[in-house]
């Protein structure tokens, strides 16, 4: 059947269902002859991201576009030229040149900051040219897996952070949230890549709703671990008696249980624990106000924001869960 649309005849073919599993479109004649196909070739088909699929008769080779940028970081402090140096990785740029008059005084803080960033190293540099390199495959990266590792550090920073509450040996809670920072960028890194490129998105096996709320999810495991890293430096600062310092070590073993909950109805896809995380959260606010709405300590009140923001974070993460239901 041909209708007129647009100012183009369109060719329409009926979808026939083939046995319990499958369905049929007859391909035009024409487009078989041209193509030099017969009976019992192969066809490869492809989603291009509209939601549109695209038949070739043979696979298509797609060529990776080398994507460079140039940063002039002249008189910028450090602070700048890693917020430009991490946004060119998470735009999954492959080469990265910094130009500057000088970089005698920096370069040491400039490969601390490339060395923070994974696939990312220093090739080139001279007194006026720095030229970093990507080597990493996002190919070979797991979205699932890398969320995964960032959970288990978050959880690992909650169980020592309650341990150096204690008075006990704990890690080094600043390594840890180093370590969240390097995975989260390479999360936003490969998301970023696969929303331009459907051919990597359709490798993760993740739509574009599903990617942007992969976003939302690690950027709040970021800034929970950020809040927990701040926990960490005021509790050094903090000089409360036994019964204060009780009242501090059940809000973060409440802190803990809620975060559990939330990360496991997420990895379970389970709308209805999500749904039980998230109404914790006003619980929760109601106590960090009670159990020390009358300390007049600016540590213990910086430390209580913290954790009501890591509780809204949570929140936040449940909702990515229960948005799945329906």
């Not at 192969?42 to 008769?57: A, D, H, K, R, T």
């Not at 492959?94 to 008059?101: G, H, W």
């Not at 070590?249 to 896809?269: A, F, Q, T």
Request: include cysteine.
């Amino acid at each position: 059947m041909f209708v007129y649309f647009g100012g183009e005849i369109m060719d329409i073919r009926k979808i026939i269902k083939f046995g319990n599993s499958s369905h049929v479109v007859s391909l035009p004649t024409n487009w078989v002859k041209k193509n030099k196909l017969s009976k019992g070739d192969l066809i490869y088909i492809n989603e291009n991201g509209n939601n549109e699929l695209v038949f070739s008769p043979k696979i298509i080779e797609k060529e990776d576009e080398l994507r460079e940028v140039t940063l002039n970081v002249e008189g910028k402090d450090i602070e700048q030229i890693e917020r430009e140096l991490i946004a060119t990785y998470i735009n999954h740029n492959d080469v990265v040149s910094l130009v500057s008059k000088d970089f005698k005084s920096n370069l040491g803080e400039i490969r601390k900051i490339v060395n923070s960033l994974i696939g990312f190293e220093i090739t080139h540099h001279s007194p006026d040219k720095i030229v970093i390199k990507d080597f990493l495959n996002l190919n070979d990266v797991s979205i699932v897996d890398m969320i995964r590792k960032v959970d288990l550090i978050v959880r690992s920073m909650l169980d020592n952070l309650i341990l150096c509450f204690n008075k006990r040996e704990c890690a080094n809670v600043y390594d840890q949230d180093i370590d969240v920072n390097k995975l989260s960028f390479l999360v936003l890194r490969v998301v970023k890549r696969s929303l331009d490129d459907p051919w990597l998105g359709k490798k993760m096996e993740m739509d574009n709703f599903q990617l942007l709320e992969t976003w939302i999810l690690i950027t709040k495991l970021e800034k929970i671990a950020d809040a927990l890293k701040r926990i960490y430096a005021l509790g050094n600062k903090l000089d409360l008696d036994n019964s204060e310092m009780k009242k501090l070590n059940s809000l973060l073993l409440k802190l803990k249980d809620s975060y559990l909950k939330v990360m496991n109805s997420y990895h379970s896809m389970d709308c209805k624990m999500a749904y039980e995380a998230a109404s914790l959260k006003r619980g929760y606010m109601l106590d960090c106000e009670k159990l020390f709405d009358k300390k007049n300590n600016s540590n213990v009140i910086k430390i209580v924001e913290r954790l009501k923001d890591i509780q809204t974070y949570m929140g936040d993460i449940a909702r990515v869960t229960y948005m799945q239901d329906g």
